[in-house]
């Protein structure tokens, strides 16, 4: 047991990543068909570590809990294993050690760690806390049950072993992701799942879309990209170090820079914010994720609405003790984010591909998590815990029941023949029944019916965004992000219960794709179904209104918490919160719950009454602009990639014919120097014996000349 | 002694001296080959003088030598120049200038035809076969 | 420049020389004959100031001034004579020129084995060559020289070199610059040194039938030197005469692949 607790935390990514390499050696070759098993026992190996570290590593090292912990378990020591309050760390490797211009002193203490040596060390090192441990819980557990469901979905596909193993790496990387302990490793993983994205949206790679949609996914998240590693440079040179330890769990360090230079905060935060866009598709850089769906769906499930989307959400509540001396970047969070949740709700209104409705509204609710987060901004710190807590506790329950949305939407594709056009199909609620139970569960919690568990998710951020609307200055600013949300709240009760009738209501329509009978969901694809159906619909009331979550959140050290007197030390005292944290904002619960139910009600009204009958009309400009997304796409191409585009050609022009010619040019010199030599020899003998005879007398003049003057 | 001396390698410098003169700008390849014969007259002049000034037989001897080469030597080109000869039955020595980049022009005199063509002018007019010449005028007694 | 102009006395009968040849090389057209003809005999009388032999012997000068003159002047004619017969008749004079030159420097038996070898076999053969190949006299390739300035320009100015070396090593005194003439102390052509005698049988020796007078140019002097100090030699030169018949009947074409 005890080897377990010293060992897991490396064991979470290694799991994964051994099934990759398996696959990768041998995995292709050796029952291709079987490729699943590796994959599947790696995954639940790494979800029983994460449980493990949850529930035994991570609270051994809460300080508040000293006697508890070290009576009920050994707390881990040894060998590489080091823990700190609040956090254990593993030691693998030293990548690298650059030395500095400066001198280090030869022994220092975290807290008087001094940022003038100008070098940069990065280790290989892992480390978890409790922020870190609830999302690998929620990646492993999710991970599992897609896995589980993609070998039944993915069954005949001639790239089987090669989805399984892309899809562990990824997993590997978003493991390694959560533990990284520093800065420069979290960007390097960062990467990887975008190249494990890449790699899965273009699965079907002979698609000529689903190409493009990979190498649009990756593009765009380079955008990101290149705001979050100069985001990273910034805290190198403010900092000194990159360190997680030293940077966010270090309050002198950050009280210094604060006293030093405070603006440094927010081109940070923005930075590293523009990270978070790339990655968690907001807007402007949204663009990428409703195209990402050309991948197969068990892959729209995992990463694009559990685990790859929401690192930038774990990125920014990570470095929640640098985004709270900066109220400015918190207000450009929140504001992106309400832009994001406005235009993805409205462009979800009319489409009519399923998954693209289920990634416009993953793109919505993620904007919800960063509207919560940049709620702090009004008072950032009374503010940063609970919007914090409550943006991560959205993104918990977003995880599970985004992802039966997508499984459900899979089991309809599956059964319709890869069709997933909702005008082609309809009233599938008799033919498939586990599909359609599944669906419901989802919806409704995506809705936000009271007491499911989207309710108690969004209810708390619409809460928090109250308090802050409620706050000077900046209270107008937040009352429209405020109405933002809520109106964001009714259209997405509206388009997904639009989805929902338009699918399983109506007459029975197949397509002739689905052949004779469409099957419903095999026990391998309704296992997860069922399971993240229910985890759907009482997680949240499970973790939420019990405070499990938002207790176990507030260990993680470094979380600025709001300033109360009662406790000597720095850590968040428990119990001793403000009323409006612990007492529920009842007005914003029964807002939220009318606008759900009334969403839900005029989706009934207009699609579920009379089923069917939304199929050839001519859609008025307003549903055009709605159904073109708002026509961001095509400004896109207009403003970016035409030019750059016009650009490319440009330089192939001046390549082939500057440069090239320069370079034919280059190659005349020898030919035109050659062409004055040439006719030297033309064959005629008595030319060839005019050239010797002056040489003959040239040579002789010469030796006379320089004879000249001798005796 | 040095002047007798002196105005026979002159003599001799000159000879040599036209002989590759003529070497470099006959076309004919038979008097190309005399050309080269009259520098080694030259040659031998120059050796026979020398061979005086040391009194010395020496010289004379060195010539003998040089008259037997160039006896083997002319004898051997004209071989050659016969072969030369029947192939492009011309003893014009540009034509055998294959070995030069082909598509230089020749830097020489303007293309001439190979063979020309004979004036009318040129030929001896004969009488028509079969016709009597006709009788000269003038008695035979009467010539001068 | 100044060295150039100092050497005028040299470089003048050059440039004449220059001048007359490239005027008497074959060309199309009428070629000045006269002008090329004074041209020619004005650098010779020019050289033959500079260069001028020894008068003490007015005989042996009057010999040298035929045979030279003619060597030379039949040389230049046969070099540019249009017609090869002509030219190869020219050729004959000259080795004639030569033999007398030969005789003039104590070689008799080299002038009568060059008249008989060269003029009678080897221009004869010529002669028939030409005759054969080429009955129509002079065809076009004869009547136009090719590169005659390079050619002339050239060739002059190696012999520009050589007389400027003689000059150099020659007796005569160099017009000083106020016009009189000085002797001026020259190296003076090499001679072995007078204790060694590197091939002691070219030496003269007494003759054997006038024993007050030496053997040189005399037929038992040529053959004491050409059998004793150069056998070898001779021994090669007569395999090299047999390789040389070999090779030609060799090349020669065959009657089967047609007539000359």
Same mark, same amino acid.
């Given at each position: 047991?005890?080897?377990?607790?010293?060992?897991?935390?490396?064991?979470?990514?290694?799991?994964?990543?051994?099934?990759?390499?398996?696959?990768?050696?041998?995995?292709?070759?050796?029952?291709?068909?079987?490729?699943?098993?590796?994959?599947?026992?790696?995954?639940?190996?790494?979800?029983?570590?994460?449980?493990?570290?949850?529930?035994?590593?991570?609270?051994?090292?809460?300080?508040?809990?000293?006697?508890?912990?070290?009576?009920?378990?050994?707390?881990?020591?040894?060998?590489?294993?080091?823990?700190?309050?609040?956090?254990?760390?593993?030691?693998?490797?030293?990548?690298?050690?650059?030395?500095?211009?400066?001198?280090?002193?030869?022994?220092?203490?975290?807290?008087?760690?001094?940022?003038?040596?100008?070098?940069?060390?990065?280790?290989?090192?892992?480390?978890?806390?409790?922020?870190?441990?609830?999302?690998?819980?929620?990646?492993?557990?999710?991970?599992?049950?897609?896995?589980?469901?993609?070998?039944?979905?993915?069954?005949?596909?001639?790239?089987?072993?090669?989805?399984?193993?892309?899809?562990?790496?990824?997993?590997?990387?978003?493991?390694?992701?959560?533990?990284?302990?520093?800065?420069?490793?979290?960007?390097?993983?960062?990467?990887?799942?975008?190249?494990?994205?890449?790699?899965?949206?273009?699965?079907?790679?002979?698609?000529?879309?689903?190409?493009?949609?990979?190498?649009?996914?990756?593009?765009?998240?380079?955008?990101?990209?290149?705001?979050?590693?100069?985001?990273?440079?910034?805290?190198?040179?403010?900092?000194?170090?990159?360190?997680?330890?030293?940077?966010?769990?270090?309050?002198?360090?950050?009280?210094?820079?604060?006293?030093?230079?405070?603006?440094?905060?927010?081109?940070?935060?923005?930075?590293?914010?523009?990270?978070?866009?790339?990655?968690?598709?907001?807007?402007?850089?949204?663009?990428?994720?409703?195209?990402?769906?050309?991948?197969?769906?068990?892959?729209?499930?995992?990463?694009?609405?559990?685990?790859?989307?929401?690192?930038?959400?774990?990125?920014?509540?990570?470095?929640?003790?640098?985004?709270?001396?900066?109220?400015?970047?918190?207000?450009?969070?929140?504001?992106?984010?309400?832009?994001?949740?406005?235009?993805?709700?409205?462009?979800?209104?009319?489409?009519?591909?399923?998954?693209?409705?289920?990634?416009?509204?993953?793109?919505?609710?993620?904007?919800?998590?960063?509207?919560?987060?940049?709620?702090?901004?009004?008072?950032?710190?009374?503010?940063?815990?609970?919007?914090?807590?409550?943006?991560?506790?959205?993104?918990?329950?977003?995880?599970?029941?985004?992802?039966?949305?997508?499984?459900?939407?899979?089991?309809?594709?599956?059964?319709?023949?890869?069709?997933?056009?909702?005008?082609?199909?309809?009233?599938?609620?008799?033919?498939?029944?586990?599909?359609?139970?599944?669906?419901?569960?989802?919806?409704?919690?995506?809705?936000?019916?009271?007491?499911?568990?989207?309710?108690?998710?969004?209810?708390?951020?619409?809460?928090?965004?109250?308090?802050?609307?409620?706050?000077?200055?900046?209270?107008?600013?937040?009352?429209?992000?405020?109405?933002?949300?809520?109106?964001?709240?009714?259209?997405?009760?509206?388009?997904?219960?639009?989805?929902?009738?338009?699918?399983?209501?109506?007459?029975?329509?197949?397509?002739?794709?689905?052949?004779?009978?469409?099957?419903?969901?095999?026990?391998?694809?309704?296992?997860?179904?069922?399971?993240?159906?229910?985890?759907?619909?009482?997680?949240?009331?499970?973790?939420?209104?019990?405070?499990?979550?938002?207790?176990?959140?507030?260990?993680?050290?470094?979380?600025?918490?709001?300033?109360?007197?009662?406790?000597?030390?720095?850590?968040?005292?428990?119990?001793?919160?403000?009323?409006?944290?612990?007492?529920?904002?009842?007005?914003?619960?029964?807002?939220?719950?009318?606008?759900?139910?009334?969403?839900?009600?005029?989706?009934?009204?207009?699609?579920?009454?009379?089923?069917?009958?939304?199929?050839?009309?001519?859609?008025?400009?307003?549903?055009?602009?709605?159904?073109?997304?708002?026509?961001?796409?095509?400004?896109?191409?207009?403003?970016?990639?035409?030019?750059?585009?016009?650009?490319?050609?440009?330089?192939?022009?001046?390549?082939?014919?500057?440069?090239?010619?320069?370079?034919?040019?280059?190659?005349?010199?020898?030919?035109?120097?050659?062409?004055?030599?040439?006719?030297?020899?033309?064959?005629?003998?008595?030319?060839?014996?005019?050239?010797?005879?002056?040489?003959?007398?040239?040579?002789?003049?010469?030796?006379?000349?320089?004879?000249?003057?001798?005796? | 002694?040095?002047?007798?001396? !002196?105005?026979? +390698?002159?003599?001799?410098? %000159? *000879?040599?001296?036209?002989?590759?003169?003529?070497? =470099?700008?006959?076309?004919?390849?038979?008097?190309?080959?005399?050309?080269?014969?009259?520098?080694?007259?030259?040659?031998?002049?120059?050796?026979?003088?020398?061979?005086?000034?040391?009194?010395?037989?020496?010289?004379?001897?060195?010539?003998?030598?040089?008259?037997?080469?160039?006896?083997? !030597?002319?004898? +051997?080109?004209?071989?050659? %120049? *016969?072969?030369?000869?029947?192939?492009?039955?011309? =003893?014009?020595?540009?034509?055998?200038?294959?070995?030069?980049?082909?598509?230089?022009?020749?830097?020489?005199?303007?293309?001439?035809?190979?063979?020309?063509?004979?004036?009318?002018?040129?030929?001896?007019?004969?009488?028509?076969?079969?016709?009597?010449?006709?009788?000269?005028?003038?008695?035979?007694?009467?010539?001068? | 420049?100044?060295?150039?102009?100092?050497?005028?006395?040299?470089?003048?009968?050059?440039?004449?020389?220059?001048?007359?040849?490239?005027?008497?090389?074959?060309?199309?057209?009428?070629?000045?004959?006269?002008?090329?003809?004074?041209?020619?005999?004005?650098?010779?009388?020019?050289?033959?100031?500079?260069?001028?032999?020894?008068?003490?012997?007015?005989?042996?000068?009057?010999?040298?001034?035929?045979?030279?003159?003619?060597?030379?002047?039949?040389?230049?004619?046969?070099?540019?004579?249009?017609?090869?017969?002509?030219?190869?008749?020219?050729?004959?004079?000259?080795?004639?020129?030569?033999?007398?030159?030969?005789?003039?420097?104590?070689?008799?038996?080299?002038?009568?084995?060059?008249?008989?070898?060269?003029?009678?076999?080897?221009?004869?053969?010529?002669?028939?060559?030409?005759?054969?190949?080429?009955?129509?006299?002079?065809?076009?390739?004869?009547?136009?020289?090719?590169?005659?300035?390079?050619?002339?320009?050239?060739?002059?100015?190696?012999?520009?070199?050589?007389?400027?070396?003689?000059?150099?090593?020659?007796?005569?005194?160099?017009?000083?610059?106020?016009?009189?003439?000085?002797?001026?102390?020259?190296?003076?052509?090499?001679?072995?040194?007078?204790?060694?005698?590197?091939?002691?049988?070219?030496?003269?020796?007494?003759?054997?039938?006038?024993?007050?007078?030496?053997?040189?140019?005399?037929?038992?002097?040529?053959?004491?030197?050409?059998?004793?100090?150069?056998?070898?030699?001779?021994?090669?030169?007569?395999?090299?005469?047999?390789?040389?018949?070999?090779?030609?009947?060799?090349?020669?074409?065959?009657?089967?692949?047609?007539?000359?």
């Amino acid at each position: 047991m005890s080897w377990l607790n010293e060992n897991c935390l490396w064991l979470i990514p290694a799991a994964p990543l051994a099934a990759c390499l398996w696959i990768v050696v041998a995995g292709q070759f050796f029952r291709r068909d079987k490729a699943h098993r590796v994959v599947v026992l790696g995954l639940l190996a790494s979800w029983l570590c994460a449980l493990n570290l949850l529930l035994v590593v991570v609270p051994s090292t809460f300080e508040d809990h000293g006697e508890h912990a070290a009576a009920a378990t050994e707390v881990p020591h040894g060998g590489r294993l080091e823990t700190k309050p609040g956090s254990v760390s593993y030691f693998i490797y030293d990548w690298f050690h650059v030395r500095g211009a400066g001198s280090q002193p030869a022994s220092m203490s975290d807290r008087q760690f001094k940022a003038d040596s100008g070098g940069l060390s990065v280790p290989v090192e892992l480390r978890a806390d409790a922020l870190s441990a609830l999302m690998l819980v929620m990646v492993t557990s999710v991970s599992l049950l897609v896995a589980i469901f993609a070998s039944g979905y993915m069954h005949g596909d001639p790239g089987y072993p090669r989805f399984f193993g892309a899809l562990s790496l990824f997993v590997f990387s978003m493991c390694m992701l959560v533990l990284a302990s520093n800065f420069l490793l979290l960007f390097v993983f960062w990467e990887a799942v975008g190249l494990c994205s890449y790699l899965l949206i273009g699965f079907w790679f002979h698609k000529p879309s689903a190409a493009a949609a990979a190498k649009k996914a990756f593009v765009v998240n380079r955008i990101g990209d290149f705001g979050l590693i100069l985001g990273i440079f910034l805290i190198w040179t403010t900092f000194g170090t990159l360190e997680f330890d030293r940077v966010l769990a270090n309050p002198w360090l950050i009280q210094q820079t604060v006293a030093a230079q405070p603006e440094i905060f927010t081109t940070i935060c923005l930075l590293l914010f523009i990270g978070a866009v790339g990655k968690s598709a907001q807007f402007p850089l949204h663009v990428w994720l409703p195209d990402a769906m050309e991948g197969p769906t068990p892959v729209s499930a995992l990463i694009h609405a559990a685990t790859m989307v929401t690192a930038g959400v774990y990125l920014v509540a990570r470095c929640s003790p640098l985004f709270v001396h900066s109220p400015f970047a918190l207000q450009v969070v929140a504001g992106i984010g309400a832009a994001t949740a406005l235009i993805a709700a409205i462009t979800a209104l009319t489409q009519y591909d399923l998954k693209r409705v289920l990634a416009y509204s993953t793109v919505s609710q993620l904007g919800y998590m960063f509207m919560s987060l940049g709620a702090a901004g009004a008072n950032p710190q009374e503010l940063m815990q609970p919007a914090v807590t409550f943006a991560l506790f959205h993104m918990f329950t977003h995880a599970f029941f985004k992802a039966v949305l997508f499984l459900s939407a899979g089991s309809v594709m599956h059964a319709m023949g890869d069709v997933i056009d909702m005008r082609r199909f309809s009233g599938l609620r008799k033919a498939l029944p586990i599909t359609w139970v599944t669906f419901l569960a989802g919806a409704l919690a995506l809705a936000g019916v009271p007491l499911l568990s989207g309710f108690w998710s969004k209810d708390e951020i619409l809460a928090v965004l109250h308090r802050a609307a409620q706050s000077e200055p900046h209270g107008v600013y937040y009352t429209v992000i405020l109405c933002i949300a809520l109106l964001t709240a009714l259209m997405t009760a509206f388009y997904t219960f639009r989805a929902y009738f338009l699918t399983f209501h109506g007459p029975e329509v197949f397509p002739p794709e689905a052949g004779h009978h469409p099957h419903d969901a095999p026990p391998v694809m309704a296992g997860p179904l069922y399971i993240l159906g229910l985890a759907a619909l009482f997680i949240g009331l499970a973790t939420g209104p019990t405070h499990l979550y938002g207790h176990y959140l507030h260990h993680t050290p470094g979380l600025p918490a709001p300033v109360v007197a009662h406790h000597a030390d720095g850590h968040a005292a428990e119990g001793d919160h403000a009323a409006g944290e612990h007492g529920h904002d009842w007005f914003m619960m029964l807002t939220s719950s009318i606008l759900a139910v009334g969403g839900i009600a005029a989706a009934y009204l207009v699609y579920g009454k009379h089923p069917g009958a939304q199929g050839v009309k001519e859609p008025t400009p307003l549903a055009k602009l709605s159904l073109n997304g708002l026509y961001l796409d095509d400004i896109y191409l207009a403003l970016v990639v035409k030019p750059l585009r016009s650009l490319a050609e440009l330089s192939e022009i001046i390549d082939r014919l500057v440069i090239d010619k320069i370079v034919d040019g280059v190659a005349l010199v020898p030919a035109f120097l050659a062409s004055i030599l040439r006719p030297i020899q033309n064959g005629l003998v008595q030319h060839y014996a005019f050239v010797m005879l002056l040489g003959l007398a040239a040579s002789l003049v010469w030796m006379l000349q320089a004879l000249a003057g001798t005796p | 002694m040095t002047g007798q001396l !002196e105005c026979q +390698l002159v003599v001799g410098a %000159i *000879l040599f001296v036209l002989g590759a003169i003529g070497f =470099l700008t006959r076309r004919n390849l038979i008097l190309m080959m005399l050309s080269a014969e009259m520098m080694l007259h030259g040659v031998a002049v120059n050796l026979t003088a020398f061979g005086r000034y040391h009194g010395n037989s020496s010289g004379q001897v060195f010539t003998i030598f040089v008259l037997t080469i160039a006896a083997c !030597e002319a004898g +051997l080109s004209l071989a050659l %120049i *016969l072969g030369l000869y029947q192939r492009r039955k011309s =003893l014009d020595v540009q034509l055998w200038g294959n070995l030069g980049e082909p598509d230089l022009p020749i830097l020489s005199a303007p293309e001439e035809s190979r063979v020309e063509p004979q004036h009318p002018a040129d030929l001896p007019q004969l009488t028509p076969a079969g016709a009597m010449p006709k009788t000269p005028t003038q008695p035979f007694s009467q010539k001068v | 420049m100044n060295s150039l102009i100092e050497q005028a006395p040299l470089l003048a009968p050059i440039a004449l020389g220059i001048l007359a040849v490239w005027m008497l090389l074959p060309r199309e057209g009428n070629r000045a004959w006269v002008i090329a003809g004074l041209c020619g005999i004005s650098a010779l009388l020019w050289l033959t100031k500079n260069f001028l032999p020894p008068v003490d012997n007015a005989v042996q000068t009057g010999m040298f001034f035929l045979f030279g003159g003619g060597a030379i002047i039949s040389g230049t004619l046969m070099i540019t004579e249009k017609n090869p017969v002509y030219a190869a008749l020219w050729f004959a004079v000259v080795t004639l020129s030569t033999c007398g030159l030969f005789l003039l420097n104590a070689a008799p038996f080299l002038s009568a084995a060059t008249v008989v070898v060269y003029a009678g076999a080897i221009v004869v053969t010529f002669l028939f060559v030409i005759m054969l190949a080429q009955q129509g006299g002079a065809t076009g390739y004869d009547r136009k020289a090719f590169q005659p300035i390079l050619a002339s320009i050239a060739g002059f100015m190696l012999l520009a070199c050589l007389l400027f070396t003689l000059q150099a090593f020659g007796g005569k005194a160099v017009v000083a610059a106020d016009g009189e003439e000085q002797p001026v102390a020259r190296p003076q052509f090499v001679l072995p040194p007078a204790n060694v005698v590197s091939n002691p049988l070219s030496q003269p020796q007494p003759r054997r039938d006038k024993p007050d007078q030496n053997d040189l140019g005399t037929l038992q002097g040529v053959g004491r030197s050409l059998f004793g100090d150069y056998l070898f030699a001779v021994e090669l030169a007569g395999t090299v005469l047999l390789i040389a018949t070999i090779g030609t009947i060799a090349l020669a074409p065959r009657r089967s692949q047609g007539t000359l």
